[in-house]
């Protein structure tokens, strides 16, 4: 097990544009603003979503996709560098007309209703993603 302490640099509160790619507008806030550790979070609903999940044996993405309005019950991540950059990943769950809830690694493809959002940036504390043998993984060098 590895951590370290945090402290909060900076919070900002806003709202991502309607029809436009969740993912690509967390990476564009991130990119921006250079975040390189901090943590997200939404709210709001998708006209569509696409979400994966990750097969250990495999070592690859399974991505499944709901073209349907559903409202983010939960929408979480992390921000750290992968490759230099600054990279968000994030996790969402979201539920459809019947309640019925679906959720996973939150991926490209999934579109805006309406989004409001937190990302908490953590200044200096730049966090390093590294490849990781056991699980095949891009996780934090700590």
Same mark, same amino acid.
């Given at each position: 097990? #590895?951590?370290?302490?945090?402290?909060?640099? !900076?919070?900002l509160m #806003?709202?991502?544009? $309607?029809?436009?790619?969740l993912l690509?507008?967390?990476?564009? *806030?991130i990119t921006?603003?250079n975040? &390189? @550790?901090g943590? *997200? !979070?939404i709210?709001? =609903?998708?006209t569509?979503a696409v979400f994966?999940y /990750?097969?250990s044996e495999s070592?690859?993405?399974?991505y499944? @996709?709901?073209?349907? $309005?559903?409202e983010?019950l939960n929408?979480? #991540?992390?921000? @750290?560098?992968?490759?230099g950059?600054?990279?968000?990943h994030v $996790?969402i769950? &979201? =539920?459809?007309?019947?309640g019925?809830a /679906?959720?996973?690694? +939150?991926m490209e493809g999934?579109?805006v209703f309406a =989004?409001e959002f937190?990302?908490v940036?953590? #200044?200096?504390s730049? +966090?390093? !993603?590294v /490849?990781?043998?056991t699980?095949? &993984?891009? &996780?934090?060098d700590?």
């Amino acid at each position: 097990m #590895g951590y370290k302490e945090v402290t909060p640099k !900076r919070r900002l509160m #806003g709202r991502f544009p $309607h029809g436009s790619d969740l993912l690509q507008e967390i990476n564009k *806030v991130i990119t921006e603003e250079n975040i &390189l @550790s901090g943590e *997200v !979070r939404i709210i709001g =609903a998708v006209t569509k979503a696409v979400f994966g999940y /990750y097969d250990s044996e495999s070592k690859n993405y399974i991505y499944i @996709s709901k073209d349907e $309005h559903m409202e983010i019950l939960n929408c979480i #991540g992390n921000i @750290s560098v992968k490759d230099g950059k600054p990279f968000p990943h994030v $996790h969402i769950t &979201l =539920a459809d007309k019947n309640g019925n809830a /679906y959720g996973g690694h +939150l991926m490209e493809g999934t579109k805006v209703f309406a =989004a409001e959002f937190v990302i908490v940036d953590y #200044g200096d504390s730049k +966090l390093e !993603r590294v /490849y990781d043998e056991t699980t095949g &993984l891009q &996780l934090w060098d700590i």
